[in-house]
């Protein structure tokens, strides 16, 4: 039976795309490209850190990813302007079926597990106005890890006192599908772009940055488990939610 709903924060419950209209106001006309770039390179810091054991927080981390970004094309900003500009992601968008989403499943405990440092989370949460929504905001800062690494999955139990097959953890990243589905929670998997739609995008030409985040980052992974359901918004999570309470557990890539 679930007893919490644990969500991913970025991509998941907050879009990511909606640091385009700050990249494209600071450099016209490459503001996809430094958006796609930026978000792939934060991922890839947050791993190569992890595995390295030289952990940086996430506020860190998203600064030298821009950094990175922004070198390969010609620039190199001071740490002022970096720090300005990676303010972008304290202030990115909900999902437009975020709140709602939250507010129908009240009655579980729920809660955000993600890579965000701690101050990055709460300015996330608070603009969002989701502050009241949840029971804990969960940083893997104090675990000096970064998902997808087991210890940071260990932080739900420790925070909610609910064990990993009670919970159920909601993500559209396939990294994090992946290791909360290795560490032994059940697990939705936001899939908000078939690969239908994609394979229809890759077809037209040109292929664009944003096009290839979309084939990067958004379709299901094959080098770990499937996640047990799959919904298409964040909408749908009260059905299934619903269902679990009085229903046997589905066998895995169930969909709702």
Known sequence: MIKAVVFDAYGTLFDVQSV?????????GYG???TQIWRQKQLEYSWLRS???????????????????????????????????ADAYNRLLPYPDAAQCLKDLAPLRLAILSNGAPGMLQRLVANAGFAELFDEVISVDSKAVFKP???AYEMVEEALGVKPENVLFVSSNGFDVGGAKNFGFRVARIARL??????????ARPITPLTMFKALRMQEETYAESADFEVQTLSQLRQLVR???VEPMRTSGSRF
């Open 20 to 28: 385009a209209d700050a990249t494209e106001r600071a450099y016209p």
């Open 149 to 151: 690494h087991p210890r």
């Open 32 to 34: 996809e490209y430094i």
């Open 194 to 203: 078939s690969t239908q739609k994609l394979t229809r995008e890759l077809e």
């Open 243 to 245: 269902a679990e309470q």
């Open 51 to 85: 595995l390295m054991g030289r952990y940086q927080d996430f506020w860190s981390v998203t600064q030298e990813a821009l950094a990175y970004t922004l070198n390969t094309l010609g620039r190199e900003p001071d740490a002022a302007f970096l720090s300005e500009m």
